[in-house]
């Protein structure tokens, strides 16, 4: 029989069971919410020590008037509870009309910029450790991305895009290499490589600042795929309500934990203004579950994702860019697909194939170098995944004759431009006028080491 609690001693016994507040943030931030989702546009994001309860986010509107807000928890899922539980996310859309915020005194971007004239793009950040490439995690220079951090907030964007790939940290450090990863956290005997203590070397330690800085647009990346950074990336970072358990694993037919077959996300957009009257629209496609060189079981799907992203471009009352982390049109000089250099990536290009017309701009990352590529059928192509993993072998540029073709129906030509450079950094865009855009491509300490222009949905960079 259960006892009944007087009405008088159920609220302190309550307040005895609950967690306490936490008191510090691991990490604060805003990210950039699909259209539609919060009345700002924004969601705020803290992440504090595991066993604490989420704080309040504290806004004020142009009067002055305070606000509260109770965030609430993005639980870890209870298979993957055990390597998630040292840390805890908190989540809150924020209020329309707010113009400060702040959470356990961080403050963070309160609102969508009412114009944007920088906006910082970088992916590929985390520091890689995987078979025989073991990066240098304790060299700043050999992987820079506290640095570049520190660089993209003291530039202070209006708005910041990353590109994919956060969590590189998929082994332990071997014995050999203790001077370079000593300390990195290894994975646990589970169907994922993260944890939370992952997450906080490869991510809210080292990108703290530029995290702060502006609001985010985060993409989806294949390191954030189930079997590897998926369960962090779903529980810390993808915008959307309720997606905290996309990738938990499953028990199988035999009873055994196993990551759940790939998949892909809807595809999203959000709007942003670059002017008095003209807006860019970004439209967010997940690509995550594919493979470079072949298609896949998931390619009705990355064709459906193309089919509604295609639909949201053409619904623009401005621009369109589409954010990708996979290229649709990318060269790699040395990959699994030829060691003499190949077109990748095979999803993404048949898939895409004829739903491309409607973008001013094609953003993506995946390769580890800045890319810029003109096709003919398609927008410019640029890539920037050179935001601090381990880069591609230094190889000189040479333009490739051939032009994409995993489909002999739906091949493009060659190319008519392009351009690559294999050096650490990130970009800095420019809205100019009629519909073009003028871009700074910066190393780490923010020297600029080439520009280039968008304008009639080609890039030119040099």
Same mark, same amino acid.
């Given at each position: 029989?259960?006892?009944?609690?007087?009405?008088?001693?159920?609220?302190?016994?309550?307040?005895?069971?609950?967690?306490?507040?936490?008191?510090?943030?691991?990490?604060?931030?805003?990210?950039?919410?699909?259209?539609?989702?919060?009345?700002?546009g924004?969601?705020?994001?803290?992440?504090?020590?595991?066993?604490?309860?989420?704080p309040?986010?504290?806004?004020?509107?142009r009067?002055?008037?305070?606000?509260?807000?109770?965030?609430?928890?993005?639980?870890?899922?209870?298979?993957?509870?055990?390597?998630?539980?040292?840390?805890?996310?908190?989540?809150?859309?924020?209020?329309?009309?707010?113009?400060?915020?702040?959470?356990?005194?961080?403050?963070?971007?309160?609102?969508?910029?009412?114009?944007?004239?920088?906006?910082?793009?970088?992916?590929?950040?985390?520091?890689?450790?995987?078979?025989?490439?073991?990066?240098?995690?304790?060299?700043p220079?050999?992987?820079?991305?506290a640095?570049?951090?520190?660089?993209?907030?003291?530039?202070?964007?209006?708005?910041?895009?990353?590109?994919?790939?956060?969590?590189?940290?998929?082994?332990?450090?071997?014995?050999?290499?203790?001077?370079?990863?000593?300390?990195?956290?290894?994975?646990?005997?589970?169907?994922?490589?993260?944890? *939370? *203590?992952?997450?906080?070397?490869?991510?809210?330690?080292?990108?703290?600042?530029?995290? #702060?800085?502006?609001?985010?647009?985060?993409?989806?990346?294949?390191? /954030?795929?189930?079997?590897?950074?998926?369960?962090?990336?779903?529980?810390?970072?993808?915008?959307? /309500?309720?997606? /905290?358990?996309?990738?938990?694993?499953?028990?199988?037919?035999?009873?055994?934990?196993? *990551?759940?077959?790939?998949?892909?996300?809807?595809?999203?957009?959000?709007?942003?203004?670059?002017?008095?009257?003209?807006?860019?629209?970004?439209?967010?496609?997940?690509?995550?579950?594919?493979?470079?060189?072949?298609?896949?079981?998931?390619?009705?799907?990355?064709?459906?994702?193309?089919?509604?992203?295609?639909?949201?471009?053409?619904?623009?009352?401005?621009?369109?860019?589409?954010?990708?982390?996979?290229p649709?049109?990318?060269?790699?000089?040395?990959?699994?697909?030829?060691?003499?250099?190949?077109?990748?990536?095979?999803?993404?290009?048949?898939?895409?194939?004829?739903?491309? #017309?409607?973008?001013?701009?094609?953003v993506?990352?995946h390769?580890?170098?800045?890319?810029?590529?003109?096709?003919?059928?398609?927008?410019?192509?640029?890539?920037?995944?050179?935001?601090?993993?381990?880069?591609?072998?230094?190889?000189?540029?040479?333009?490739?004759?051939?032009?994409?073709?995993?489909?002999?129906?739906?091949?493009?030509?060659p190319?008519?431009?392009?351009?690559?450079?294999?050096?650490?950094?990130?970009?800095?865009?420019?809205?100019?006028?009629?519909?073009?855009?003028?871009?700074?491509?910066?190393?780490?300490?923010?020297?600029?080491?080439?520009?280039?222009?968008?304008?009639?949905?080609?890039?030119?960079?040099?």
């Open positions: 029989m259960m006892a009944c609690v007087p009405p008088a001693l159920a609220a302190p016994l309550e307040a005895a069971v609950q967690p306490p507040r936490a008191r510090a943030a691991v990490a604060a931030f805003s990210l950039v919410a699909p259209q539609g989702a919060s009345p700002s924004l969601v705020a994001r803290v992440i504090v020590p595991g066993g604490t309860r989420c309040v986010l504290k806004t004020t509107n009067r002055g008037h305070l606000k509260t807000t109770q965030m609430s928890e993005r639980a870890a899922p209870v298979t993957t509870e055990a390597a998630f539980a040292s840390l805890v996310s908190c989540s809150v859309p924020i209020p329309a009309g707010a113009v400060s915020a702040r959470v356990l005194g961080k403050t963070i971007p309160a609102a969508m910029p009412a114009r944007v004239d920088d906006l910082a793009i970088y992916g590929d950040t985390g520091c890689r450790l995987k078979d025989a490439e073991i990066q240098a995690c304790n060299d220079v050999a992987w820079p991305l640095t570049l951090s520190t660089t993209i907030a003291v530039a202070a964007p209006d708005l910041i895009i990353f590109t994919g790939d956060f969590f590189y940290r998929e082994e332990a450090c071997p014995s050999a290499s203790t001077d370079e990863c000593a300390g990195s956290p290894a994975p646990g005997a589970l169907p994922f490589k993260d944890s *939370a *203590a992952g997450w906080t070397m490869d991510v809210f330690t080292p990108m703290a600042a530029a995290l #702060a800085a502006a609001p985010v647009v985060v993409v989806r990346g294949n390191h /954030e795929d189930c079997n590897r950074g998926g369960n962090g990336y779903f529980i810390y970072m993808d915008p959307r /309500e309720g997606t /905290e358990g996309t990738c938990a694993p499953v028990i199988d037919d035999t009873g055994t934990l196993v *990551a759940p077959a790939p998949d892909i996300t809807d595809s999203y957009y959000a709007d942003v203004a670059v002017g008095a009257k003209r807006s860019l629209r970004l439209v967010v496609v997940d690509s995550a579950g594919d493979e470079d060189c072949t298609t896949t079981s998931l390619l009705g799907k990355q064709t459906a994702a193309y089919a509604d992203a295609q639909a949201m471009a053409r619904g623009a009352k401005g621009e369109a860019w589409l954010l990708v982390h996979r649709i049109i990318g060269w790699q000089v040395d990959d699994e697909c030829d060691p003499s250099g190949s077109w990748i990536v095979a999803e993404q290009q048949v898939g895409s194939y004829g739903k491309l #017309a409607d973008y001013d701009l094609m993506s990352s390769i580890h170098l800045v890319q810029s590529m003109n096709v003919p059928g398609v927008p410019g192509q640029l890539i920037l995944g050179n935001g601090s993993a381990l880069l591609e072998p230094q190889t000189p540029f040479v333009l490739p004759t051939t032009g994409p073709s995993f489909d002999p129906a739906k091949a493009y030509p190319p008519t431009s392009g351009w690559w450079d294999v050096r650490f950094g990130f970009a800095m865009a420019h809205p100019t006028p009629s519909r073009s855009w003028s871009m700074e491509m910066n190393d780490p300490l923010g020297e600029t080491f080439a520009r280039c222009y968008v304008a009639g949905q080609q890039i030119d960079c040099g």
